[in-house]
């Protein structure tokens, strides 16, 4: 098994641009998580998916950000317009029954 | 606000050294607890689950004290290949039973 796969693994862009960061989640799981990582507040749950469908998007910060999950093989975050405070590393996750399986994440830079 | 709360760190221990690491959580409808380790521009991975009778893992020994509502990590004879960041992990019951909440974890480096 391949693990989690995110794509890209860095991405820099210019203020105002969008940013579209995607997932492809484990085989067989059936819920997908999306974090965003920094050093001041760490690990931060965006929105999570259960059998493809948003169950819990109060992490989203504002309407800037949004997660689609068309199918169980694929997900995508979208941000739209970037700023400099979304800088930071966002993983992607996916489960079944529990033990979560963390993508190597996509380091996101917005100058 | 659901809070998992550990010291950053760092902890700077020699090698072969005995360190421990506590974390409290706010929620006492807490279900399931986790140590994850993330290494340096790594994703987090699994490193033991925490159960309420203790349980150990080689080198590695996991707590928790429900009536407190704190985790502790002891690692024991440390090694250079344990640096890493260790994060502390709490599943909630209810609604949202599946996702995991983290702390912001506790750095350590063990040094030759």
């Known amino acids: 098994d391949a693990g989690v796969i995110q794509s890209p693994r860095h991405e820099v862009t210019e203020m105002g641009q969008e940013v579209t960061l995607r997932c492809k989640p484990i085989?067989?799981?059936?819920?997908l998580f999306w974090y965003r990582q920094t050093m001041m507040r760490g690990l931060e749950l965006l929105i999570y998916?259960?059998?493809?469908?948003?169950?819990?998007d109060s992490g989203m910060p504002e309407d800037r950000f949004s997660a689609k999950m068309p199918n169980a093989s694929f997900s995508t975050l979208k941000i739209q317009p970037s700023e400099p405070r979304d800088s930071a590393v966002y993983f992607c996750?996916?489960?079944f029954g529990g033990g979560y399986t963390f993508g190597s994440g996509t380091r996101l830079t917005v100058v | 606000r659901k809070e998992v709360e550990q010291d950053p760190g760092p902890f700077n221990v020699p090698e072969g050294a005995t360190v421990a690491f506590n974390c409290t959580y706010s929620?006492?409808?807490?279900?399931?607890f986790f140590w994850y380790r993330q290494d340096c521009r790594k994703e987090p991975k699994l490193l033991m689950s925490?159960?309420?009778s203790g349980n150990e893992d080689g080198r590695f020994t996991a707590q928790l004290n429900r009536a407190s509502q704190y985790i502790s990590l002891l690692i024991r004879d440390s090694k250079l290949s344990d640096s890493a960041t260790y994060l502390c992990?709490?599943?909630?019951?209810?609604?949202?039973?599946?996702?995991?909440?983290f702390g912001k974890g506790t750095k350590l480096s063990v040094i030759p």
């Open positions: 925490v159960y309420s």
């Open positions: 085989s067989g799981h059936n819920s």
């Open positions: 992990v709490v599943r909630y019951s209810g609604a949202g039973s599946y996702q995991l909440t």
């Open positions: 996750a996916s489960s």
């Open positions: 929620n006492s409808a807490s279900q399931s």
């Open positions: 998916f259960n059998n493809n469908v948003p169950i819990d």
